[in-house]
């Protein structure tokens, strides 16, 4: 799949803007501030229905605006299509497909893949818990209709116990029924096991070219590897009656806590570097080599999985990059059939002379 068209009217930054994006390898370029994110941002917004930044709507509307609107032409070497996502502060959210509306916007998923990378999640992934466990989720939703229904499905389930375990926490209660709390456990232990269960297969699949990208970025021979941790579920392959057994055994510290304490909402994706735990160790030049490899891993887990390549959006990727890193990374670049990369300053000619550049200094 590949993206042709883009445009905004309005989106963040942007009043009205109109970008052709013909080539397999464009290169933005402009000053900061100048929007060179948002049109990412825009551009992912039609994958995944929602910021990747993980900001609100409500945030992507222009100051003093009621609404923004992306659309964009794509096609995938047979069929073209456009999309379009729009968000009204009266109206709500809405997206369409060939200017027909979909049910829910979540529908969206599926139609058009994207890996997204931006330097601000080298500290806001690597560092954080939550954010390593939703780009592992919204990677998985990207190929998984299945897997999205059962996050939103476990979510609605966790508030429901959530709002008991509080209820009677305010109480002062010291136990609660069986008959109340044990229907909410059996639909929390199915869905998790479900969930724990794609992840872990998931991430079978990334550690191999995660591995390898980040041996080819790094010259000293470093090692990478991923782990997923925080649940005593790994030792069995029954992960729905572990599941289970856990939420039994800690019913007590939950009702002091006043929430539900075990599941996949609290478990933890982590990176090691030579062994060593990369979110304490690793420098920051190492996370961002990290998150890099992890990113171009999702490329090819999607291809595996749904059969074309995501389009590939990089986000002042090469800030911070040394000479070695970034003849790495366009070697790596040319292996994926369409990049879009940002950068505030023109680059060396010879260094991007296969992309077309797009210029925002105006």
């Known amino acids: 799949m590949r993206i042709r068209e883009l445009s905004l009217r309005p989106f963040r930054n942007f009043a009205s803007i109109h970008l052709p994006i013909e080539a397999d390898r464009t290169l ?15 551009i992912s917004y039609l994958s995944i229905g929602k910021s990747v930044r993980g900001a609100k709507d409500q ?53 058009f893949r994207t890996v997204h990378f931006s330097p601000e999640d080298v500290s806001l992934v690597l560092r954080f818990p939550a954010q390593r466990r939703r780009i592992l989720d919204i990677l998985i939703s990207q190929s998984s209709a299945a897997y999205l229904r ?3 499905h476990y979510q609605r389930v966790l508030n429901q116990r959530n709002h008991l375990l509080r209820t009677a926490k305010r109480s002062a209660l010291r136990t ?46 470093e090692k990478a590897a991923i782990d997923y941790k925080g649940h005593r579920s790994q030792e069995t392959d029954d992960l729905e009656t572990a599941l289970a057994d856990e939420l039994k055994r800690k019913r007590l510290q939950e009702l002091q806590a006043g929430h539900t304490l075990c599941g996949p909402h609290r478990d933890d994706v982590s990176f090691v570097l030579d062994g ?27 291809e595996q999985q749904c059969g074309q390549q995501p ?25 994926f059939e369409q990049v879009v990369v940002t950068t505030p300053q023109r680059p060396e000619t010879r260094l991007v002379e296969s992309f077309e550049q797009i210029c925002l200094e105006k």
Request: charged share 25%; aromatic share 8%.
């Open 28 to 42: 933005i370029f402009g000053p900061n501030g100048r929007g060179k994110s948002n049109i990412l941002e825009a």
């Open 59 to 111: 945030q992507a509307v222009p100051h003093d605006g009621d609404y923004f609107d992306i659309r964009a032409s794509c096609e995938d070497g047979r069929h073209a299509q456009k999309m379009r996502i729009f968000f009204g502060k009266k109206e709500g959210k809405k997206a369409f497909l060939d200017d027909n509306p979909l049910a829910r916007v979540s529908d969206i998923l599926g139609h």
């Open 150 to 152: 059962d996050l939103q």
């Open 176 to 221: 609660i029924s069986d008959q109340v709390i044990d229907p909410w456990d059996m639909q929390l232990a199915e869905l998790g096991a479900r969930i724990r269960s794609r992840r872990i297969a998931a991430l079978g699949l990334l550690s191999g070219p995660f591995e390898q990208f980040y041996a080819r970025f790094s010259p000293g021979g």
């Open 276 to 302: 060593q735990s990369a979110e304490i160790y690793a420098s920051e030049g190492q996370l961002k080599t990290i998150l890099i490899a992890w990113k171009l891993a999702e490329g090819r887990y999607l």
């Open 311 to 335: 389009v590939i959006l990089l986000d002042d990727v090469f800030s911070e990059l040394d000479h070695h890193r970034i003849g790495v990374l366009l070697e790596i670049i040319d292996e």
